[in-house]
Structures are given as C-alpha cells and as structure tokens.
C-alpha cells in the first residue's frame, strides 16, 4: 500500500517562494547567541519573510505568524478548489508539461507509433473541442448499448469486468498488487467502490442533504443528455441504489486496518460471500481466476451486503446506474455541454469552484495520466538538475542515519522491538527523481482524433497491465508516481521512500539556501515518508513488507497510549464550525508529520557536525528550520472542498499540518522561546514524541 505526502485530493496545494529581506518581529524570535556562524556568500534563507504577520506571536500561533500577510491578501483562483505553496508549484510546473507536450506535435521527426507521436495525437484528440461538440454521445454509443442490452442481472459480472477494463466506476473494484503477507509476489485484491459522491457521509448524514439533492439534480440532467426520456424517475432510483451500497460499505477509519482488510479467500469459495451472484465468473471475465487460486477480499461484509442491494434492485435501476457511472467516468471527453455539466457539480457544488481550469490544462491532465512517464523522461531531461538527486542523496542518507539513532535511544520501547524495527529501517529502498527504468507505451494504441477511443484504450492497457503481473516476480523497479508529480511517498509492501523529481525545488529544496530550510522541508518530507513505515499501520508490517507482528506486546501498548493522545489532539482541532478533523482518519499522516519533524530536526543538527549556523534574516538555524516545514503547508481552501477534505482525506488540514506538529516538538519551544501561558504552550508530559 502506497502512503502519500499527500493524497490525491490534497495534490491541489503546492508553491515556490521568493527571498525576501523583512526581518522577523522581536516577539518570534529570542535574542540570537553571539557565536553564530557567518552566513556563506550568496547563501539565503529559504523563509518566505515577507508573509510574517508580526501582530500575532509565534508562540500563539506559529502558523499565522508565518503566513500571515498571505492568508489576508492571496486569493484562491476561480479554477483552483485551493491555493497555497504545493498548488502554485503544481501550477508552476504545467506550463513546462505544455511546452513539452506541444514540442512533440511541432517534431517533424517524430516517428509513427514513438511516444512522441503518441504524446502529440493524444493531446490533439483532447484539444479538438469542435469535434466533440459534433460528436455528442457517439463516442459512447457501444457502450450505452451494451449496457441497455443487459437482459438479467446474471449478467452483472460480467458487465462489471468490462466497464472496470474500460476505467468506468463499479460497485467493486478489482486490482493487482504485492500480497501484504506474501510479498515476493502479485496476487489480486477486491474493494468496495461505485459511488458518484466522494465518501458514504455524503448519502447518510442529515447535514450532506442539500448535497445530495444537487447531485439527485445532477444525475437526472445528465441522463437526460444522454437521451433518457425518464430521467427524473431514473436518476431518484440511481441515487437511492447508490445510498444503499453507501450503507454496507466500511467508513474510511475502518478501511486504515490492513489486518482487517486482509481476508484471503479460496477462488473456488469466492462465491460463498455473495450466494447467487457469480463473482468468479466476473474474474473470469477479467482474465484472473485462471491466474490465482486465491484473491484478498478488503471487505467481506460489503460484498454480501451488495449482493442483497442488487437483488432487491430492478434491472431497469441497474441499469441506469451503470449509464451514469458511465457518463460520469467520460464526461470530461464530450462535448461541451457534459463537460460543463460534470463540471457544474464535481467542481462547483463538492469543491467550490467556479470556473473551470482552461482546456489546455486539462488536456496536459489527461495526456499525463495515459503517458505519464514518457512525458517524465521528456520533463526530467529538460527542466531536472542532475546535481539535485545528488544532494538529494545525501539528505535521504542523514535522515536515515538520524532515525537509526533515535531508534536506539526510545525510552518507551524494548531492546527486542528495537532489533526488529533497525531491521526494518535498514532495508529501506529509497528512490529518487526519476525511474532507472521506464514504463513501456508499445503497445497502447493511440489514434488520432479519437479521444474517447483513446481513453478507453489506455485503460484497458492499464488493466491488461495489472492482471498480466499475477505470475510474475515483483518488480521492484516500478514507479507510483511519474518524475512531475509534486508528491512523495511510502509503500509498505515495498518498504521504500519515494520522492519525484517534480518535489526536488523551493519550497521542499533550495539549492540556493542554507540547509537549515532544506532540513526543515524536503527533510521532513522524508522523515514523513519513512515515518510510515513506522506508524499505526506500516508498523504492521516487516523489512520485507509483510504483515507481521513484530512487537512485544508491552510496547505495542505503549505505542497504542501514544497514537491514541495523538488521535485526541487532532480531534479537537475544527477548521470549520460543525467539523472537526477526524484523529483516527488522520493518524497515520500526523504521526508521519511528528515524527518527520522529530527525525529532520536531528539530521539537521548532526549536519552542523557541531557548528553554529549562520544567522540569517535575522533567523537562527532552528528558527528557520521549523519555518521550512511551516511554509511548506501555505495554503487556504474552499469550504466545500475542506469538508470534502475533512470527510475523505487522511491528511490534516494544512494549518494543523504545521501547528499541531509544532507543540509537539521540544525544539521548537527552544527556538522561539514558548513558555507557559502562550497558546502554543502544552506541558512536556502532554506532548506526543513517538519516533
């Protein structure tokens, strides 16, 4: 399982910052030791100064502080659901992903069937909007047919396994990936999925009602669109079935247990779990029970519980249900009016939006998530420093080295747990950058003029992809994420930290600052990653990424005492009134924070090999480390899309991100000189220190 800086909701928060010059008011910082070190020539800060708000103390409130002078005058733009530091450097970065997109279609070189070609007709297939207008639903027509043509609901499975081969929604999903107890080798896995709304909240809560009316709205217009003379009807029908599925599946914190997801079961008895409906046929169909003689089931009780809603559902309602999870899947591949429509509630009504990103930003979007890694090689040669994955070597290798020494010196835990998890650390695998091998697109078919072809194709190449791995050794080269994704990540069952080359500048690394806000970002960053591997649920597994208890029981509890005072702290943290954070949905992401900061902080500090760091706009080297990790989460958000963020998302809100880490750090009191009666202030015996 793959653990995110960020999730894929939160990708919309990134930014490169300026140096400016304004020192930081007397109230942020104490007086500075006169044996500081000289500042290097040309050497800056790295800290956004301009942005601190000196009416409000850093000891009250470290993020405002910071940011102040940002949050009271930066505007979210109207095609943005949220703005900050990760969002700008997201937005930074398209116009490069442009530039190179658009040099393929002036490559008059570019041979038939090359990524370059392929690159080049993709985004003109996208960017042809006149011809999608013209085209309407016709793209589709197979589809839509296919699905009318259902004639009972003994053919469900099989229907389920084309549309997810073709990147539609289904009520379950199925997909390959490492056994989380077996991990030398693939096996197949079934979830839940097949809602229209981000989360079952949505459906259930008596406060998500006037959403779900919209979106009621929503699904009946675009039936409508699509030629359904009894839309109104239908679309109530879609709406209720889906509520239902909504009502058996597990709620997002129930779904963070990898033990309680891992249900290995029989193929020959995978049918037991949903008596009447032939789920071994829809595997069939998707080219894997011939592979197996076992899948892992996620979540046993949503399966039977979907098998009794789609036996009391009429064929007429399954039916329509598999229309609009259709049109909701290729909307963004018609013609103007659906567009426009999926826009309406997905970007207006769930996030807030009000006006849609331009079309080319669209089409870089789309063409990055069928080619991605040949628009990366392209990207990384282009616009990727080869000096920075060098650097960046060698601040993975300190934060390490750093976690490696507080393992040994945890006072809450026993010599034999601390064997196991220094195992674990020692066979950590980072990457960096970019892959050392890359995906291979020979055999995607990419037609010009065809869009909708095209994005079917990718996903049934995707698919046929996946499914071809049961078999085969692990590849231990393969990448989560392409070069250009502003993100990083843990895998537990590959046991590796991975950090795209995309993350690799300002404000996460500087190449032109001093270490202090290197440490503080990018080095947080990958103490966050590692953490992961370490946090309520990557603590489950081994070196070698498999489930396994390797605690003592004793400190097992002592690390349950700790993650649960961490899941209370965060509860009580409310970025809207009637919303709070979720501690439990959280958990894992704030200890990954904590314990990065904790980890980063001793790197930085075994970096100095005893020597002062300079003082630098007027900031000392802790100062301006903590502010690294504090600027990193830069950002506003509009409500719709903080409650989507509150209901769906592992990741505490930025402002949280920052301050709820800071009373934690004993470091940072030291810095900025907390004391009793600040709001920053809690007790030493109060704050939470894992790793």
Known sequence: MNRYLLSSLTLTLLAAFAHAAEPVSA???????????????????????????PAVRVQDDFFTHLNGKWL????????????????????????????IIESTQQDKNKKAGSEAQK????????????KLDALGTKPLAGELNRIRSLRDKKGVPALIAHLSQTGVSTPYAVYVGQDARASTKYAAYVSQSGLGMPDRDYYLEAKQAGVKEKYQAHVEKMLAMAGDKNAAARAKAVVALETALAEVQWTKVENRDPVKRYNKTDINKLNDLTPGYDLKSGLAALGIANKVDYVIVNQP??????NKVLASAD??????????????????YLSKNFVDESFAFYGTVLSGVTENQPRWKRGVGAVEGVLGEAVGKLYVAQYFPAERKAHMQELVKNVLAAYKDSIDTLDWMSPETKKEAQAKLAKFTPKIAYPNKWRDYSKLQIVPGDLVGNMMRAANFGSARQVAKLGKPIDREEWGMTPQT????????????????SILQPPFFDANADDAVNYGAIGAVIGHEISHGFDDKGSQSDGDGNLRDWWTPADRKNFAAKADALTKQYDGYSPLPGYHVNGALTLGENIADNSGVAIAYKAYKISLGGKPAPVLDGLTGDQRFYMGFGQVWRSKMREAQQIVQIKTDPHSPGQYRANGTMVNQPGFYEAFGVKPGDKMYVAPENRVIIW
């Open 72 to 99: 009271a005058t930066a505007e979210i733009p109207a095609d943005k659901s949220s703005w900050g530091s990760f969002a700008k450097l997201r937005d930074d970065t398209t116009p490069q992903l442009r530039g």
């Open 315 to 332: 064929l007429d309602t399954v039916k329509a249900y598999f229309e609009w999870q259709l049109l909701r899947s290729y909307a963004s």
């Open 301 to 306: 009780s949503y399966l039977a519980g979907y």
């Open 119 to 130: 690159i080049s007709d993709l985004y003109a297939s996208y960017m042809d909007e006149a």
């Open 486 to 501: 502003v993100n990083a990540y843990y895998s537990s069952t590959m046991n590796e930290i991975v950090f795209p080359a």
């Open 27 to 53: 109230a942020a910082a104490p007086t500075v030791a006169s044996g500081a070190a000289p500042a290097a020539a040309g050497v800056v800060s790295g800290i956004d100064v301009q942005y601190i708000d």
